[in-house]
């Protein structure tokens, strides 16, 4: 479960304060497949990264899983990041030196998971994706779909319970965007949490809750 | 780490073009200091080498040696030779007179310094490591022959002298028996512009009993600083001087030489330092540049669980494997270079000199190579993994 508390971060561009979150109060349930929409610069993204515990808040506090991740240290943080959480950015992000069974290895190796078991797990969770073949190839030799299939798959990596996706299907066409999304409802199926932001209406209907965001504020 | 390896090795590959500059950087760094020392050893043991051969030699000479040079007090007498024949511990005493004496070859005439004594011990002396270019050594019934070193033969005259040609000696004929290779440089003031005879007929030519130059063989090369002293001791007690003579052991002249081989080694290395330092800017440089063009794939690599520890030994291995391979590099060129620096060098000056790669020297390339390329992979691999997840993230 993601519980925050008056959850408030304000980032300071030199003489000017910006209030990316204002007191934002919400609880996501494990097994939960949540979208969150909202105009750009509407605090959704700062909200995903405070709940990949990619940052942390400037007031209030963040739970996951009754650990209020803001008395982290980055060690831990980094610890949660690739045990509990599974990341799917708009921009794939993928490394591009490494080949798709490297990419998707990738958190294996940062958990000191042996080479053999590894190479053996990206394998199976490429095919989960409709990779299959695709494992030696890098990613700039696939289309954006498959490159943010490669994601998924890296995403799922350590098997975390919660999957986080900022804007999953903003850089891919339409069908290849109903692709990502059925993998994404499979996933929610496997009893894994979802949490998807996004401005496409489309997007959210599909999922089973859609939260409203607007000047840093979630609405009701 | 063997996984740590291949990665750091993946994005050194991708990053071929600069990562060779960055290797060069080094290797040029370690194979100049490699070299240098190298040839600096080399220098040392062929010098050092051809003196301790004669290590058993004690040199007197009735003068002294001061910064100035050589200043001649007089000459020995029967007298001294004989005393030192008394002296314990003393193999040989070979007297030896020199002077000036007139040549004339084909009518051609000009003054040429003699040199007459013992044909073994002459021989031992110069024959065995200069070497006969033409005919034979003197013996000690040649009281007709003469040995003429390199420059006699080939330079003083309009014409080369050859062996069997005729010589006039201060009015006596001589036959050239046998010529003198070109000696190297620690023989060349004594060999080169010599006429060598046998010490009674060059007393006879040079109309002296004189003795100007006395050598002396030790049993023990350990007793030949204290037989020195007994030598010097001696003759200045027959000439009423303290300081008419001078007797030199090889071993102060190798001590000497030592000194001397310190400070040119202190100078190489401070050179080879410099390039060394200006390597490990280079390395810096390039780490840095490879963070700040990795900014973003850092940022992904900690979003999906890296620690900055990860990412600290990631860059740290990268820039050890950059200066592994560097060091290795800089050893193997260092090592060619040195080779052929002394080769070229050797024949530049006349001496025969092997560059001496020492394994010290290698294991201190290696070692420097690594230390430099840590110490300069830290900073840019610290900077790297001190980096905020999400700003890395958006960085483009």
Redesign the interface.
């Known amino acids: 479960m993601i519980r925050t508390e008056n959850l408030t971060k304000v980032y300071r561009m030199g003489e000017v304060e910006v209030q990316a979150l204002r007191d934002v109060n919400l609880e996501i349930q494990d097994g939960e497949f949540i979208a969150i929409a909202g105009p750009s610069g509407s605090g959704k993204s700062t909200l995903l ?1 405070m709940m ?1 515990c ?2 942390k808040p400037t007031s209030g506090a963040i739970f996951i899983d009754d650990i209020d991740t803001g008395m982290l240290s ?2 831990k943080l ?2 949660i ?3 509990k959480i599974g ?1 799917i ?1 708009q921009q794939f ?3 591009h ?2 080949n798709a069974l490297e990419n998707v290895a ?2 294996m ?3 000191g998971v042996g ?1 053999e078991t590894r190479l053996k797990r990206a394998e199976e969770l490429l095919a989960k994706v409709g990779l299959e073949d695709r494992v030696d190839h890098k990613p700039s030799e696939l289309s954006g779909g498959e490159q943010q299939r490669m994601a998924i798959a ?2 799922l ?2 098997d975390p319970e919660i999957i986080i996706g900022d804007e999953p299907t903003g850089n891919v066409d339409t069908e290849a965007g109903n692709v990502i999304m059925d993998i994404l409802e499979g996933l929610n199926r496997e009893g894994r949490t979802i949490i998807v932001v996004t401005h496409d209406a489309e997007i959210a209907a599909r999922a089973g809750r859609t939260k409203r965001m607007r000047d840093g504020k979630v609405l009701d | 780490m063997r996984d740590k390896f291949l990665m750091a090795y993946r994005s050194i590959r991708e990053r071929r073009a600069r990562s060779i500059l960055t290797v060069l950087g080094i290797a040029v760094g370690i194979a100049a200091i490699v070299s240098l020392m190298s040839v600096g050893y080399g220098m040392e043991e062929a010098i050092t080498g051809e003196l301790t051969k004669m290590a058993d030699m004690i040199s007197v000479m009735p003068g002294e040696i001061s910064g100035h040079g050589y200043v001649e007090k007089g000459s020995f007498t029967d007298r001294d030779v004989n005393d030192l024949q008394r002296i314990g511990g003393i193999k040989d005493v070979s007297a030896m007179t020199y002077d000036a004496a007139e040549v004339e070859y084909r009518n051609e005439r000009t003054p040429i310094f003699v040199l007459g004594g013992d044909t073994k011990e002459l021989g031992s002396f110069y024959v065995e490591p200069v070497g006969l270019k033409e005919g034979r050594w003197l013996r000690e019934n040649d009281y007709k022959g003469c040995v003429i070193g390199d420059r006699v033969a080939n330079d003083f005259f309009d014409e080369v002298i050859h062996v069997n040609d005729k010589l006039v000696i201060n009015g006596e004929k001589f036959i050239v028996v046998g010529i003198f290779e070109k000696a190297s440089t620690l023989y060349a003031a004594d060999v080169d512009p010599h006429i060598f005879l046998t010490l009674r007929t060059s007393k006879e030519v040079l109309q002296t009993d004189e003795v100007k130059y006395i050598m002396v063989r030790v049993y023990n090369i350990a007793d030949a600083e204290e037989i020195a002293e007994e030598i010097e001791e001696a003759i200045n007690d027959n000439h009423g001087l303290d300081d008419f003579t001078n007797a030199m052991t090889m071993g102060s002249a190798l001590e000497l030489i030592g000194t001397v081989f310190n400070i040119i080694r202190g100078v190489l290395v401070s050179i080879a330092a410099i390039a060394l330092v200006v390597a490990s800017i280079g390395i810096m440089n390039t780490m840095l540049m490879s963070v700040m063009e990795r900014t973003h794939e850092i940022g992904v690599m900690k979003a999906i669980g890296a620690k900055s520890r990860d990412v600290l030994t990631l860059f740290l291995l990268e820039s050890s494997l950059v200066s592994f391979v560097g060091g290795v590099t800089g050893c193997s060129l260092g090592v060619v270079v040195a080779k052929v620096m002394s080769l070229g060098a050797g024949t530049a000056i006349g001496i025969e000199m092997t560059a001496v790669v020492k394994p010290m020297v290698l294991f201190g390339g290696m070692t420097v190579a690594m230390v430099v390329g840590v110490l300069s992979g830290f900073y840019p691999a610290r900077k790297a993994s001190k980096m905020s997840p999400v700003e890395a993230v958006r960085y483009e």
């Open positions: 990264n990949g990619l940052d980055e060690n980094a610890e990041r690739r045990e990341f950015f992000n993928l490394i030196t490494l990738l958190p190796f940062f958990a080479r890296r995403a990596s350590n």
